[in-house]
């Protein structure tokens, strides 16, 4: 079956090869030679009501860990302006001044909405940290003409670590509860139909925790090495429950090489994920092995990696129900066209996924307790793009053109009365995305970032790629003044989406406006312990729907006061 794979791909490794190529004929035409050194999880859960971080990032040259990811806006657009946290432990510029373990910050607004967060954590230590976390935030919160949509979000964490020479030793324990309620319909539409707040009501806990050892070597050329070990259980109220088993280790190694010029090293990822996953009418036990040998070189200012991605997987999947195995490329380059200013990259790759009870909850929480779990496979992801900074500011422009297998879509549950649920269907998608940030910070006074990205699905059978937006664009920008005061403003604006609805049994597409969130806030510094903030959020009132049929809450008011010490 591996030689079937190989020959399948080896039209993909030559488009890559091609790439490389040409990404470094790009570069000699630049006349540089410098050396550039490549520096190398998501688990989605019920978020609160933030707003959704667009932070401009530089795109690392290697991967930990093999991830796959397609775009979904995973959080409720809602609420207010979250300002940045600040750190439990301060530091003064200069000498250092008083050193501050904990961190606490409370809050009130409209809408009944009350909000707690606290932190502890060790003071500075070279053998061990530790610390915990506390929060709270729900809201009460009604929208004309609409069943209750309040929420509560809860969680506590406590983590630690130990360092040795050589190792780090870490572990973390945390558990999530939060409360959201099927708010999608409007009662007048069915005034025969009787329902009390609790059989709206949809409650996720999940409790977690996680492993992780270590290398730490200042020696080069030793092998480094990490372990992870995960452990979850998640489940609602509707008694879905969902136990996940995950284990990684990393392994890399450089090699000794004649001359300064010519670096290279092999890298082996080898993880295990196992599910089990039962619901009121349905459940599955899928096992997902992945194998991951790379092999990375460079020389002047070009890098390159090859391997494969080995993917064996069994129990429920959209084709198959037996166990089965794949490959997927694993090609990269990187020239370097300015020294630690810009450079250019380009990729050709393949991943699988396991979408879980857990991932698809956290990305649309008013789903059905009943989905169906498949894997999702990126059988081949093509682009590149350029990243660079200079003088405090940071860029990043890319564009990526992938082939998606059971990619899940959220569609209404038509065969509820109130339609208040979503299903999940899997459908293949063709995706081009392309994204750009850019961002600038001068310390202790302004910072801001900027994110667009744009997106074009193609799916082969269904009309639309349901209630996914095709543009997406974020801004945030924070100035202190006198060090005592800070005005922070933010934008988000989302494109128009569709939802699968149907007449006479035809399916009919129904468009859904975009959203655009205007957010606005203040903070006083009292001084080194306390400040005070009052933060705005949908400043415009609108009732803009980030699920069909589900809109948001209108203008949010929040004030409090942030405590460390």
Do not use: C
């Not at 959209?318 to 020239?335: I, R, Y």
Request: aromatic residues 14%; glycine residues 8%; without cysteine.
């Amino acid at each position: 079956m591996i030689t079937k794979i190989l020959k399948r791909n080896f039209l993909i490794y030559l488009i890559s090869i091609s790439i490389l190529v040409f990404s470094g004929y790009f570069s000699y035409g630049q006349g540089q030679n410098e050396e550039v050194t490549i520096i190398a999880p998501y688990i989605p859960s019920i978020s609160d009501a933030t707003k959704i971080p667009f932070r401009p990032e530089i795109t690392p040259g290697e991967q930990d860990t093999p991830s796959f990811e397609y775009d979904y806006v995973t959080k409720r657009l809602e609420t207010r302006l979250e300002l940045d946290p600040v750190e439990p432990m301060k530091f003064s510029e200069g000498e250092q001044d008083e050193i501050y373990r904990n961190y606490a910050k409370v809050g009130f607004g409209n809408y009944t909405t009350p909000y707690l967060e606290f932190m502890a954590s060790s003071l500075q230590s070279e053998k061990y940290q530790f610390g915990a976390r506390l929060k709270h935030h729900s809201s009460q919160g009604k929208i004309k003409g609409y069943p209750p949509s309040g929420y509560s979000h809860n969680l506590i964490s406590v983590y630690g670590k130990t360092f040795s020479k050589n190792h780090t030793l870490s572990a973390d324990i945390g558990y999530n509860r939060d409360v959201v309620h099927f708010y999608g319909f409007v009662p007048d539409n069915f005034p025969d139909v009787q329902y009390s707040k609790d059989d709206i009501r949809q409650r996720f806990q999940h409790l977690q925790g996680n492993a992780e050892y270590s290398s730490n070597y200042k020696e080069k050329y030793k092998l480094n090495h990490i372990f992870r070990l995960g452990l979850h259980y998640f489940s609602d109220f509707y008694g879905t429950r969902e136990s996940q088993v995950s284990f990684i280790t990393n392994l890399d190694k450089g090699f000794k090489t004649i001359g300064n010029d010519f670096k290279h090293s092999f890298a082996l990822d080898l993880g295990l994920d196992y599910l089990n996953y039962k619901d009121s009418i349905s459940s599955s036990n899928p096992l997902f092995i992945l194998i991951r040998p790379i092999y990375r070189f460079g020389f002047g200012q070009y890098r390159f990696e090859a391997g494969l991605n080995i993917n064996i997987a069994s129990g429920s999947s959209a084709n198959q129900t037996t166990m089965g195995m794949d490959a997927f490329p694993v090609l990269k380059s990187e020239v370097v066209i300015i020294d630690e200013k810009l450079k250019a990259f380009a990729e050709v790759s393949g991943n699988r996924s396991i979408n879980s009870f857990r991932s698809l909850a956290g990305i649309n929480p008013f789903m059905t307790s009943t989905p169906l779990i498949y894997y999702t496979d990126e059988r081949i992801k093509i682009g590149g793009g350029i990243t660079g900074n200079a003088g405090g500011l940071n860029f990043l422009a890319e564009a990526y053109y992938s082939y998606l297998n059971d990619m899940p879509l959220f569609v209404t549950d038509t065969s509820l009365v109130l339609q208040n649920k979503f299903d999940v269907i899997y459908e293949d998608i063709n995706l081009l995305k392309i994204k750009a940030s850019l961002g600038y910070m001068q310390v202790n006074q302004f910072s801001a970032r900027l994110m667009a990205a744009y997106y074009h699905y193609i799916p082969k059978d269904e009309v639309k790629a349901w209630q996914m937006p095709n543009f997406e664009i974020g801004l945030d920008a924070g100035y202190t003044l006198m060090e005592k005061y800070t005005i922070r403003a933010s934008v988000l604006a989302l494109g128009s989406k569709y939802a699968r609805t149907f007449e006479a049994g035809e399916v009919v597409p129904v468009k859904v406006s975009g959203a655009f969130d205007l957010g606005l806030g203040f903070e006083y510094q009292v001084n080194k312990m306390i400040s005070a903030y009052i933060d705005a959020s949908n400043i415009l009132n609108q009732h803009y729907q980030r699920w069909y049929q589900y809109p948001v809450q209108g203008i949010q008011m929040m004030a409090g006061v942030k405590l460390t010490f």
